[in-house]
């Protein structure tokens, strides 16, 4: 069984910068994918960025430019960095681990509010 538990969330200003982490514990084997997921109110859930286990990065065009994934192996952990934060990035993020022969896994979210 493998857990996903996200920090970092928070109330920030337009403009602003937050960074998310999402920590990942137990029995880890044949990752393929990690990704962040953000759900707003009334809306699907969606994909925000994705690290494959090569290292490839891709990122919704809505935060492309804005927002950099990025993990630590050795803490099996991996980042969120949030740039130039506008009220519409306001949702609950997720951490995903995705594995080959396991199914996937999620973390139980974090809010992230942009406001002034």
């Known amino acids: ?5 996200e920090s970092g ?4 200003q337009p403009g602003g910068s937050l960074r998310l982490s999402c920590a990942a514990s137990g029995r880890i084997v044949s990752i393929n994918a990690r990704g962040w997921y953000r759900q707003a109110p009334g809306k699907p859930r969606e994909l925000v ?3 494959t286990g090569g290292g490839s990065t891709n990122y919704a065009d809505s935060v492309k430019g804005r927002f950099t994934i990025s993990r630590d ?5 991996v980042y969120l960095q949030m740039n130039s ?3 519409e990035d306001t949702a609950v993020y997720y951490c995903q681990l995705s594995t080959y022969y396991s199914g996937n896994y999620w973390g139980q979210g974090t809010q992230v509010t942009v406001s002034s």
Do not use: D, E, M, R
């Open 49 to 51: 960025a994705v690290i």
């Open 85 to 87: 934060l506008k009220p």
């Open 73 to 77: 192996n050795a803490k099996n952990t």
């Open 9 to 12: 969330g928070g109330l920030v």
């Open 1 to 5: 069984q493998v857990q996903l538990v």
